[in-house]
């Protein structure tokens, strides 16, 4: 069985007045195959979030909420996942990037239609690229959360009608506290999304072999 586990980085706000709105949004991919799996652990990659949560001081273990996300986590914390991560092989990653200067207008307004759309690509290329094996079932789980509208069922009936016949998917959405492997791919997002956003290729030259399509979508 395959193993594709989602997340995202940026936003799909369109407003250039808001400050925090960014400049690029992004969908990472992290997939595997023929690991173990119970429904809410793939076990080689638990090790890792594991090792890196112990690798924090204890104070800070004491007074943290148990689940990792790059964006709160000290530099030294991501370093550590990455460095464990890179010593692993039975991986990859995809990633579409979003040019949101040129999306079309009527696209801006309909923000569940274009991520949607988005995802549906990704999944589109991992098929269509064999770059996982599409005779077995594939489960995909995206990261669930407060800020994101649109993984909900209107979310996982479309992308489950658009492979339909194709290839046997599960789909779950689940929070990055249930699933150890949506925190990697969490780090991995941000990472990435570090390049594009900040140009600071750090992050993304530790994971780069790893990537086997970086894809800009309306160039």
Request: net charge positive.
């Amino acid at each position: 069985m395959a193993y594709i586990f989602m997340d995202e980085s940026g936003d799909l706000g369109f407003d250039k007045s808001k400050a925090r709105s960014s400049k690029n949004f992004l969908i990472t991919f992290f997939f595997c195959d023929n690991i173990l799996y119970d429904g809410n652990t793939v076990y080689p990659f638990e090790k890792i979030v594991k090792k890196t949560f112990l690798s924090m001081p204890q104070d800070k273990q004491k007074n943290h909420c148990g689940t990792l996300h790059a964006c709160h986590e000290h530099p030294k914390t991501k370093m550590k996942l990455y460095n464990l991560l890179k010593e692993k092989q039975d991986f990859s990653i995809m990633v579409i990037r979003l040019n949101k200067s040129k999306v079309y207008t009527d696209l801006q307004n309909e923000k569940n239609v274009l991520y949607n759309y988005i995802t549906n690509i990704l999944l589109d290329r991992i098929i269509s690229k064999k770059l996982c094996n599409t005779r077995e079932p594939i489960y995909f789980v995206a990261s669930q959360k407060d800020t994101n509208k649109y993984l909900n069922k209107v979310f996982t009936d479309y992308i489950k009608t658009k492979v339909k016949n194709r290839i046997d998917l599960k789909l779950e959405i689940k929070s990055s506290s249930r699933h150890k492997c949506l925190q990697i791919v969490d780090f991995l997002s941000w990472g990435i999304f570090q390049k594009y956003e900040h140009n600071d290729e750090s992050y993304y030259e530790m994971v780069k072999k790893f990537i086997v399509e970086d894809y800009l979508l309306f160039k």
